[in-house]
């Protein structure tokens, strides 16, 4: 993938003309958008400053060797990144018009793994991010090992609003060591806008990880990495318990919405909540035989 990216230009001969791209079939472009808008499976790694969104592609690199009896093969080596193209031309595509951008942007945002090599990359990332695109996000890897953030509040308010409607297919969380955060220096927690003197005895007393353990909840496969036993525990336990009342909650509505259930009135009888009956309807056939009944009378 990054070497088609890289070499398209000396490699493609320049064309002219116009093509009609919407009268291919719906399952081409599809294949079309796929091709041009996924890469490789070990994700665009983000970084955000004050001169935009650069990205990174994650690739193997591939060696070709010489084996005993003479063939020809290749083998992968270690996981190299490359500098990739400004985003605007990886996503060129796009502005073409209204109905390309419905249908490719949820390739781009849905298909790659998106990788934040620190906290602060991160939550700029997603503030610049329009509401519409970041929804399609489906793959993050977030890196924790570091305990510093300069905008430990505006990161604690970016987890939280997603928390709310972002749904994950995978969410992978590298920390470092479980002291790095409990232990951390009175200089770092001055730093995060943290008012505690003393270090932290409990995971929950860390103000972002109340925040990251909802924003995890998110995700259907959440993966856990590194030296901290006390971290994952407790985020574990925080998205069970989240995942629980979620489940009770669907569960009750769904009682108070099923059919055939018993109208209540605010009245009571007997300390009871009085229950009527809905009125029934009568057939034609009922009405004739009740009209008989009363004329014989």
């Known amino acids: ?47 955000h400053g004050i001169h935009g969104t650069s990205l990174r592609l994650s690739c193997r690199e591939t060696e070709r060797y010489f084996a005993d009896d003479g063939a020809r093969l290749a083998r992968t080596t270690n996981l190299v990144q490359v500098t990739a ?32 090599e ?46 709310a409607d972002q ?7 590298v920390f470092g060591h479980d002291d790095d955060w409990l232990k951390m220096r009175a200089r770092q927690r001055r730093g995060m806008g943290i008012e505690q003197k ?10 972002i990880m109340p925040s990251l353990a909802l924003f995890a909840s998110c995700a259907e496969d959440l993966v856990i990495t590194g030296h901290c036993p006390k971290i994952r525990t407790y985020i574990r336990a925080e998205v069970a318990r989240s995942r629980e009342a979620e489940m009770a909650r669907l569960a009750q509505m769904e009682a108070a919405s099923a059919p055939g259930k018993r109208k209540r009135t605010s009245g009571k009888v007997g300390g009871s909540v009085k229950a009527v009956e809905p009125a029934r309807k009568r057939t034609k ?13």
């Open 85 to 116: 193209p400004p985003l605007e031309n990886m996503l060129a595509l796009l502005p073409t018009c209204r109905q390309v951008y419905t249908e490719a942007m949820p390739y781009f945002y849905r298909d790659n793994q998106f990788r934040f």
């Open 285 to 297: 056939r009922q009405e004739a035989i009740a009209a008989n009944a009363e004329a014989e009378l």
């Open 1 to 47: 993938m990054p070497a088609r990216i890289f070499l398209r230009d000396m490699l493609e001969p320049e064309h002219h003309g116009t093509f009609r791209f919407l009268d291919l079939p719906p399952e081409l472009r599809n294949v079309i958008y796929e091709m041009v808008l996924v890469f490789d499976k070990g994700g665009l790694a983000v970084s």
């Open 198 to 207: 003393s270090t932290f005895t409990k995971v929950q007393q860390i103000p």
């Open 167 to 173: 749904r994950l297919r995978r969410l992978e969380i």
């Open 118 to 163: 620190n906290q602060d990359h991160f939550a700029d990332a997603m503030y610049w991010l329009s509401d519409y695109r970041r929804k399609h996000l489906s793959k993050l890897y977030l890196d924790f090992r570091s305990s510093h953030s300069a905008g430990a509040p505006f990161l604690r308010r970016i987890l939280e609003g997603m928390s």
